[in-house]
């Protein structure tokens, strides 16, 4: 049998890479900004497909002022339904069934001892990547997978309009 290697990440890798995207995934404001030479360090730790992409976007970020950044991020997750950060959103849209599936991010966050702020939706895409990196590997990464369907959705339009986020 020929069977390939898995190629995957460490876990202090994946630490590193999903730390970082949940950071740069986030509404640019002047703490983002200040966070970028860390992310560069940061991802010299991950293999070369990954860490260049992350480095990439971060001179993307590094380059561009503050108020083209946010109205590029508006423009692009805000204003199209098929950039939302909100995974339970590509299943579900608005309905009561979004509910419950927002239900279950948070008794998944509240099993691994993690206490969401009231402010932020237990679905979106930087804080799960948060949670995967920082609190519960498996646990995030399930969600993750949960939601595969949606993310793939994202990923294939950024790279259709040729957005920067998209990296």
């Not at 509404?27 to 900004?33: R, S, T």
């Not at 946010?70 to 339970?88: G, I, W």
């Amino acid at each position: 049998m020929n069977r390939r290697p898995k190629a995957g990440l460490s876990p202090h890798q994946l630490t590193i890479a999903w730390q970082s995207v949940s950071l740069l995934l986030d509404y640019p404001d002047p703490e983002m900004l200040t966070r970028l030479d860390v992310i560069r360090t940061a991802s010299q730790r991950l293999p070369a497909a990954v860490g260049d992409s992350i480095r990439g976007f971060a001179d993307h970020l590094a380059q561009a002022s503050l108020p083209a950044l946010q109205a590029e991020y508006v423009e692009t997750f805000d204003n199209r339904r098929r950039c939302n950060l909100f995974l339970t959103y590509f299943a579900h849209g608005d309905t009561r069934k979004r509910g419950m599936a927002l239900l279950r991010f948070k008794q998944t966050y509240l099993s691994a001892g993690f206490e969401l702020d009231e402010t932020e939706l237990p679905d979106h895409l930087c804080v799960v990547l948060e949670f995967a990196a920082t609190v519960d590997h498996e646990r995030g990464r399930q969600l993750m997978l949960d939601h595969r369907a949606g993310l793939e959705l994202l990923r294939v339009s950024l790279a259709d309009m040729s957005s920067p986020w998209g990296a």
